[in-house]
T-cell receptor, first 112, second 116 residues
Framework: QKEVEQNSGPLSVPEGAIASLNCTYS??????FFWYRQYSGKSPELIMF????GDKEDGRFTAQLNKASQYVSLLIRDSQPSDSATYLC????????????FGQGTRLTINP | DAEITQSPRHKITETGRQVTLACHQT?????MFWYRQDLGHGLRLIHY???????NKGEVSDGYSVSRSNTEDLPLTLESAASSQTSVYFC???????????????FGPGTRLTVL
């Protein structure tokens, strides 16, 4: 069973601090990794995508990938109350299979 | 603007009834997916399609079926609804990027289904 694992939380972070969300995956064939944000009652929306080892930054968000450790993380700097949501990690393989395998999501709460 | 829509947004049905959930996308994407989302389980793949006349089973396909007669639509049918199928259902679509690695899925607004 190809799995993506996340700590379901809830993760509580004070406003202005760094929120760190983690994800591990079991399939070494996974090539691309996605972080989706989902507000309560809404559909998931993509916030970050990474496929190379190392860091990728986009505004306040940084995605980190370590393929040797099969580990993906998302850092949110200067956390805002509007960042409170569930964050879903997803992995996909290349080679024709364009499915995404999702983790169970981490619920993040930013406290003012 | 291109979009993906689902209907109905809310549905209440009885055990044993056949139910069809509609998904329509105007992105002209070849790939379409159906997920269910339950507390503690994240998004679980039900069925998916890589093009017209192509359908494939996902990890939780029992009791569900799909058909793909055109690019825009992938309806999901519950053959005989069961209480265990009470869930929120999301449809998504994607296209493979030029690099081959980028396959962002765009999600519809979801359908909340209750089976009594």
């Amino acid at each position: 069973q190809k799995e993506v694992e996340q700590n379901s939380g809830p993760l509580s972070v004070p406003e202005g601090a760094i929120a760190s969300l983690n994800c591990t995956y079991s399939d070494r064939g996974s090539q691309s990794f996605f972080w989706y944000r989902q507000y309560s009652g809404k559909s998931p929306e993509l916030i970050m995508f990474i496929y190379s080892n190392g860091d990728k930054e986009d505004g306040r968000f940084t995605a980190q990938l370590n393929k040797a450790s099969q580990y993906v993380s998302l850092l949110i700097r200067d956390s805002q109350p509007s960042d409170s949501a569930t964050y879903l990690c997803a992995a996909s393989t290349w080679g024709g299979a364009q499915k995404l395998v999702f983790g169970q999501g981490t619920r993040l709460t930013i406290n003012p | 603007d291109a979009e993906i829509t689902q209907s109905p947004r809310h549905k209440i049905t009885e055990t044993g009834r056949q139910v069809t959930l509609a998904c329509h996308q105007t992105w002209n994407h070849n790939n379409m997916f159906w997920y269910r989302q339950d507390l503690g389980h994240g998004l679980r793949l039900i069925h998916y399609s890589y093009g017209v006349q192509d359908t494939n089973k996902g990890e939780v396909s029992d009791g569900y079926s799909v058909s793909r007669s055109n690019t825009e639509d992938l309806p999901l049918t519950l053959e005989s609804a069961a209480s265990s199928q009470t869930s929120v259902y999301f449809c998504a679509s994607s296209e493979v990027g030029l690099a081959g690695f980028y396959n962002e899925q765009f999600f519809g607004p979801g359908t909340r289904l209750t089976v009594l």
